[in-house]
């Protein structure tokens, strides 16, 4: 690959980089289990996406006798981003059921990965009557099923979250629920959009790639911008993990919280603001920080999250 390639490869691993590390770190500090399963399918995301871009640079240098390098690099790198996409897809359904508030059944899964396995046959089938013949029309006819299975797939997940959002209880985690489901739905438009419309400044295969791929690399970018943002300012307010009466009880007793800085703490847990404290107990906001610093000193804690997290250790 020449110098623009390597600068690209770099700017792109940058960009899957510092991805990864916010959602690491956001599964880190909230200890959500929909926050794990977004992590490894941004992973796996991204694996696809340099598998992809190696692959169809690679190949179009060397596959111009074809007369269509983009068809064949496309199914050539198919054989090895198969098992990243269908695992993203995977980890992006439990993800989704997670923040549903849904479990995945055992028969989805087996059914999920029975489908996946007939089309695995089916295109290595193809692929092979392609490498024997030559016959690009074969190529067509595997690439066109497979990538029509994939994007149904994707459209039936975040079609999923978007409409059963508005039967979650909290009206916090219905908004994330269905803002994260409209921001993958603008991110995937505006992909496929630069994938499938000749733009005028498509003047070779190798701007083509480059430009699809940057569009793909940072496509998972604003979701996931937006998910750091809504879960720093309404974490509490999510009701993510319910805190147990009885661990809320131990807690209290471990580090001797007062009977103030008890109630306190159990509506700071419900999400209210200091200013919704103190009206409810009837103090001043400057009472009710003062509670609160104290609470942090006691539990040699920084902040509400780490103060309910603690309090889910017990």
């Known amino acids: 690959m020449d110098v623009y390639s390597v600068g690209l490869y770099l700017i792109f691993l940058s960009i899957s980089l510092a991805a990864i590390y916010i959602s690491y770190k956001l599964a880190r500090t909230y200890r959500c289990k ?8 941004l992973i796996f995301h991204y694996v696809y996406g340099f598998i992809n871009f ?6 179009s240098q060397i596959s111009s006798g074809f007369g269509d390098s983009y068809l064949l690099s496309t199914l050539i790198i198919s054989v090895f981003s198969f098992p990243a996409i269908i695992s993203s897809l995977y980890m992006m359904i439990y993800w989704v059921r997670e923040i549903l508030e849904k479990r995945v059944s055992r028969t989805f899964k087996t059914a999920y990965w029975l489908v996946q396995a007939l089309i695995l046959v089916f295109f290595f089938i193809g ?11 074969w190529a067509k006819l595997v690439l066109g099923p497979l990538e029509i ?9 975040i079609a999923h979250l978007i409409l059963n959002a508005r039967g979650l209880a909290n009206k916090r985690k219905r908004k994330l629920a269905k803002n994260l489901g409209f921001l993958n739905i603008i991110g995937s438009a505006v992909f496929f959009a630069a994938l499938y419309i000749p733009l005028p400044f498509y003047k070779s295969n190798f701007i083509f790639y480059s430009f699809n791929t940057f569009i793909y690399f940072s496509m998972a970018l604003i979701p996931l911008l937006y998910l750091k943002w809504f879960l720093g300012r309404y974490y ?3 009701d993510l993990h319910p805190v147990k009466a009885d661990g809320m009880s131990r807690f209290f007793s471990e580090y001797k919280i007062t009977e103030r800085e008890q109630s306190i703490i159990q509506l700071i847990i419900k ?3 200091n200013e919704e404290i103190g009206d ?5 906001t400057k009472t009710v920080k003062n509670n609160i610093s104290s609470i942090y000193r006691k539990a040699r804690v920084k902040n509400r999250v780490q103060m309910t997290n603690l309090i889910r250790d017990f």
């Not at 299975?149 to 994707?154: A, L």
Request: glycine share 4%; aromatic share 18%.
């Open 127 to 137: 692929t092979k009557i392609f490498v024997d013949t030559k016959d690009l029309q």
């Open 271 to 273: 999400g209210k603001t």
């Open 280 to 284: 409810e107990l009837f103090i001043s």
């Open 54 to 59: 190696i692959g169809k640079l690679l190949v």
């Open 149 to 157: 299975v994939f994007v149904s797939i994707f459209i039936l997940v």
């Open 236 to 238: 509490t307010e999510l």
């Open 34 to 41: 929909f926050l794990d399963y977004y992590l490894y399918s």
